[in-house]
């Protein structure tokens, strides 16, 4: 069991918002805002997103966004698209390097 | 351009071993910290080993350590993992990444490889 916990799969349509979120404790997350987040197409490498909570790298859409609350991080993907149907991986520090277990999402 | 390169893959017996390799190119090695990542089938992605960029600090996840050895050659931009004693729960796809944080406790993987297929079965 992951020690940061992710919804198996969240849906949604074209236009419209999703958030994934990724939970851990106190001692990772809630300490410090060094989440990042990977999109994974089937049979493709993953993917960087966001890193240190919400920075996004070069050439990634400003619809992807990443924000804390608390001990639970999430990754918001607005004006849903087609081709963001992947699975999103969150991983962090929490005594070791973690990921999440993965969350599918699926573009109705 | 910038890319990893994994080799090395293929199907191993039980308690056999295997030497993964991964080419880097159109970057500075020497100044990245690296890491191996795996997958198995149908499985989320599990973190296995990180090396300083100058291999002075080296981390290991609890299901590999004792078994994998990683280790890298900045004057030929490889990275490698040697892996023995394997079991069937080693079978994945392994993927290095490179690390832009420079920091363990800060895991920011922001370049990957394709992946090689490690397969452990009789």
């Known amino acids: 069991q992951s020690a940061l916990t992710q919804p198996a799969s969240v849906s949604g349509s074209p236009g419209q918002s999703i958030t994934i979120s990724c939970t851990g404790t106190?001692?990772?997350?809630?300490?410090?805002?060094?989440v990042s987040w990977y999109q994974q197409h089937p049979g493709k490498a993953p993917k960087l997103m966001i890193y240190?909570?919400?920075k996004r790298p070069s050439g990634v859409s400003n619809r992807f966004s990443g924000s804390k609350s608390g001990n639970t991080a999430s990754l918001t993907i607005s004006g849903l698209q087609a081709e963001d149907e992947a699975d999103y991986y969150c991983?962090?520090?929490?005594?070791?390097?973690?990921f999440g277990g993965g969350t599918k999402l699926t573009v109705l | 351009e910038v890319q990893l390169v994994e080799s090395g893959g293929g199907l191993v017996q039980p308690g056999g071993s295997l030497r993964l390799s991964c080419a880097a190119s159109?970057?500075?090695?020497?100044?990245?910290?690296m890491n191996w990542v795996r997958q198995a089938p149908g499985k989320g992605l599990e973190w296995v080993s990180y090396?300083?960029?100058?291999?002075?600090?080296?981390y290991y996840a609890d299901s590999v350590k004792g078994r994998f050895t990683i280790s890298r050659d900045n004057a030929k931009n490889s990275l490698y993992l040697q892996m023995n004693s394997l079991r069937d729960e080693d079978t994945a796809v392994y993927y290095c990444?490179?690390?832009?944080?420079?920091?363990?406790?800060?895991?920011?993987?922001?370049?990957w490889g394709r992946g090689t297929l490690v397969t452990v079965s009789s």
């Open positions: 990444a490179s690390d832009g944080s420079g920091s363990y406790y800060n895991p920011l993987f922001d370049l």
């Open positions: 159109g970057f500075t090695f020497s100044s990245y910290s």
């Open positions: 090396i300083s960029s100058s291999s002075s600090t080296i």
């Open positions: 106190s001692s990772d997350v809630g300490s410090y805002n060094l």
């Open positions: 240190e909570g919400s």
């Open positions: 991983c962090s520090y929490a005594g070791r390097v973690v």
